[in-house]
């Protein structure tokens, strides 16, 4: 794709170092001559703030307007993960609101255009700073024609390996070097290597290197990412753990996909299985030779007291347990002792993954061999197991009753796992002719547009991309929410890193969602709302987890600027407070407002829209978190909310004595460290005595000692300030439990209970629409260097 089709002006940006690199170029109509505007700066950690507004400077200098440009060019990294970030989400934004094509630029390209611009030719060694003692090498040999890469993709590895490996080639004496990893690795040079390093002002990309760059894309802005060296540390960790490779998509979206699926949650099992293992196999096994093991023989295998090391692991979904294997170590050989899985679940990979698992526990205890016994017949398990490489080494004759021998199966460590077939294309569904055509609308249907003041609302305050579009009366036209359980499920919470990167890799497909459900809504066929159409952008500006608010805000500045409309910033805990409208349109303050979520916890007295009052707020974990950690604790999967309240329906709210924290009068915090140290010591406690714990018991005992601290501060709260009315919100405020418990007892005191839709309890859009519609309509408009606020309080 040529930059400068039929003139078009060209902005340059690039916020993946402390340089924030921007440019504006375009071709004289008259003379044919390029010209070039450049804003570079250094700009240490404020890229967020200054990079929209440096963008207008650049074209307000230039006598142009941001309707004349006609493509964004953005660095991908590799860089400072923020940084990264940053530009990308504020060069998609500017892309998808004025709908031109976005191209990118790998940010060491750009390095190497800059020094070769500057006159710098031959061997040229690039040290961009990768934080942690590392950085991201490459080299080039800059001839007259362009910088050639000497290197296949970009990676990162320690400062002083990268050095180690650059001086045993025959010519390091003649590479010159350069990269802003100089200032914080210099000290590792020798005086001739410094000698070598160009003028400092080079060592970082500019604006003009990153339009000579060689841009590429087909120009959808859905489809430019970030240039990804490393997985999280969380995933990486665990891709190591289970011995798996990885997969080419990783390399494109940074997230290994192999690792979620929330049916392929594996973890070690816990004592809490014990029941469920044991109806699992019995169900799995009826009518075979097998005698289905017992609660106590699978609690028996979990003792500390076992003669030998053991492994035993379980898939499940959501609570439920759908497979299990086990095994023994014993003089080298890993024993496989159990393998079952749900009938409803097989050949989904289940069983190869749980033998994954073992296997790769006994290989960490020394392990080189494994063994196992399938009854003769059970032809499916056979071709399971001969597909991981096990052989037969012999049979029993008679092992599981008369006439239903035993062959015995052998294998070496590792087992023939599975190869990653991932493909190295990006999966997103944004195929398309990019720029998008201008929607067909007849003066009518422009007209009703225009009545209905439309607002586009994003959040991205943690784990969901979401966003919704409301008109001017409170009407939802699209509620749009790319939920990542399936990423976070196997780490029991949210990791952030993988949050910041899925949303920075569905952002644009939500926004093209939402933009064709509201024309839907209103009945129009020209095609989706286009940007222009919209009357004003809101967007979650905190709290929350800071790489993921960062992907929100700056998309959201670039989208709104380049589409040419206002700025709203929203706070997310208002947004839970204004969810119950979507419920209860004639709620109307004073009431008193209870927030659960899974990271806040809060009692507020909201006195009038926009005056509030926080009683209290959590001394430390927030509800959603405690239900979390405590299903982690049995080991029953994330989210925990969900499955704990599932639990509780049969189980016996009154059956273990929990204790209720800062339950006197009048004192409004709550604290649920102290509950969750008081399940966690009664779940060792049981263990150890070799109890099987009676889970639904444990959950509605567990719950009935968070709900009923809310309810008690929510009724003296209530009492204390005179309020008719109460409404809850968060995560948690979908319980049904809670939500019931609320309705009833609140309700017998002559106070209303206004609940959200459960749709409207986690995090949404919807919830930020309708606070961004009512502060448009006051005028309250946020300027284009706003920032993200993690810790933004009501």
């Not at 500057?118 to 040290?127: E, H, Q, S, T």
């Not at 930020?768 to 519609?773: G, M, N, S, T, W």
């Amino acid at each position: 794709m040529s930059l400068h089709n039929d003139n078009a002006l060209v902005v340059a940006l690039d916020t993946s170092t402390d340089m924030l690199a921007c440019v504006a170029s375009w071709i004289d109509g008259q003379t044919g001559e390029t010209k070039l505007v450049s804003g570079d700066h250094m700009c240490r950690r404020h890229a967020n703030v200054e990079l929209v507004n440096t963008v207008d400077g650049l074209l307000a200098q230039a006598g142009l307007d941001r309707s004349d440009v006609g493509c964004y060019v953005v660095g991908r990294g590799p860089g400072s993960f923020t940084g990264v970030r940053i530009g990308i989400s504020t060069a998609k934004g500017l892309a998808r609101g004025a709908n031109v094509p976005l191209l990118g630029v790998s940010t060491l390209d750009a390095c190497a255009w800059t020094a070769w611009k500057a006159g710098v030719r031959g061997k040229l060694g690039i040290l961009a700073d990768a934080m942690r003692g590392e950085v991201y090498p490459a080299l080039y040999m800059l001839v007259d024609e362009g910088p050639e890469r000497q290197f296949e993709r970009e990676h990162v590895v320690k400062a002083a390996v990268a050095l180690d490996e650059w001086r045993q080639a025959a010519d390091w004496d003649q590479v010159q070097l350069t990269g802003d990893g100089l200032v914080r690795y210099g000290k590792l040079l020798g005086e001739d290597e410094i000698a070598r390093c160009v003028e400092r002002d080079l060592w970082w990309p500019s604006g003009e290197g990153l339009l000579l760059a060689h841009a590429a894309g087909d120009g959808d802005p859905a489809r430019v990412l970030p240039i990804y060296t490393r997985l999280s540390d969380a995933e990486e960790n665990e891709r190591k753990r289970l011995g798996l490779t990885e997969s080419a998509q990783s390399e494109i979206t940074g997230v290994a996909d192999e690792l979620a699926g929330r049916h392929l949650q594996f973890r070690p099992m816990g004592a809490a299985d014990a029941e469920g293992a044991s109806a699992l196999e019995a169900a799995c096994f009826e009518g075979a030779g097998h005698k289905a093991w017992t609660p106590g023989m699978f609690l028996s295998e979990l003792g500390e007291d076992v003669a030998a090391p053991r492994s035993w692991w379980v898939a499940h979904d959501d609570g439920k347990l759908l497979g299990l294997a086990g095994g023994m170590v014993v003089d080298g050989d890993v024993q496989i002792l159990d393998v079952a899985v749900d009938s409803a679940h097989r050949r989904e990979g289940i069983a190869r993954k749980l033998l994954s698992h073992v296997s790769y526990d006994a290989q960490m205890l020394s392990c080189t061999t494994a063994s196992l016994e399938v009854e003769d017949g059970n032809e499916g398990a056979i071709a399971l197991y001969n597909a991981l490489g096990f052989t037969e080494a012999g049979r029993r004759r008679g092992y599981y009753g008369a006439g239903k021998d035993a062959i015995v199966m052998t294998a070496p460590l590792p087992l023939v796992l599975p190869v990653d077939n991932a493909s190295p294309e990006p999966t997103a569904a944004e195929q398309r002719v990019w720029p998008l055509p201008a929607p067909g609308r007849s003066e009518g249907e422009r007209a009703e547009i225009e009545r209905r003041r439309l607002v586009l609302a994003i959040e991205s305050s943690c784990d969901e991309t979401a966003v919704a579009i409301i008109d001017a009366d409170g009407n939802m036209l699209a509620n749009q929410v790319s939920t990542q359980i399936d990423f976070h499920a196997r780490f029991g919470g949210v990791v952030p890193e993988i949050a910041s990167r899925k949303h920075v890799e569905v952002i644009v497909s939500v926004v093209d969602a939402a933009l064709e459900d509201a024309a839907a809504s209103l009945g129009l066929t020209g095609g989706a709302i286009a940007p222009s159409e919209l009357a004003a952008v809101g967007v979650t500006q905190g709290p929350g987890l800071v790489g993921a608010l960062v992907v929100g805000v700056a998309f959201a500045k670039g989208f709104a600027y380049a589409a040419g409309k206002p700025l709203v910033c929203v706070n997310h805990l208002e947004g839970h407070l204004f969810a119950n409208l979507l419920a209860q349109p004639d709620l109307k303050p004073p009431f008193i407002f209870t927030l659960v979520s899974g990271g806040h916890t809060m009692l507020v007295h909201v006195k009038a829209w926009g005056d509030y009052e926080v009683l209290g707020e959590t001394l430390d974990d927030a509800v959603g978190e405690a239900f979390d950690k405590v299903a982690k604790a049995l080991g029953l999967g994330y989210p925990g909310g969900p499955i704990i309240s599932k639990l509780a329906e049969t189980g016996n709210p009154k059956a273990i004595d929990f204790p209720r924290a800062l339950n006197s009068r009048g004192d409004y915090r709550f604290s649920l460290s102290g509950l969750k140290t008081a399940v966690t010591l009664y779940i060792e406690q049981e263990t150890k005595a070799g109890r099987t714990i009676h889970l639904p018991d444990l959950a509605a005992s567990f719950e009935a000692a968070v709900f009923d601290v809310q309810y008690k501060k929510a009724k003296n709260a209530l009492h204390a300030t005179g309020c008719k009315e109460y409404c809850i919100g968060g995560g948690v405020s979908a319980n049904p439990h809670l939500r019931e418990m609320m309705i009833k007892k609140l309700g017998r005191q002559g106070i209303r209970v206004t609940v959200p839709p459960l749709s409207a309890c986690t995090d949404n859009a919807a919830m930020i629409a309708e606070v961004a519609r009512r502060k448009f309509d006051r005028g309250e408009i946020s300027p284009f260097d706003v920032d993200a606020d993690p810790n933004m309080t009501l």
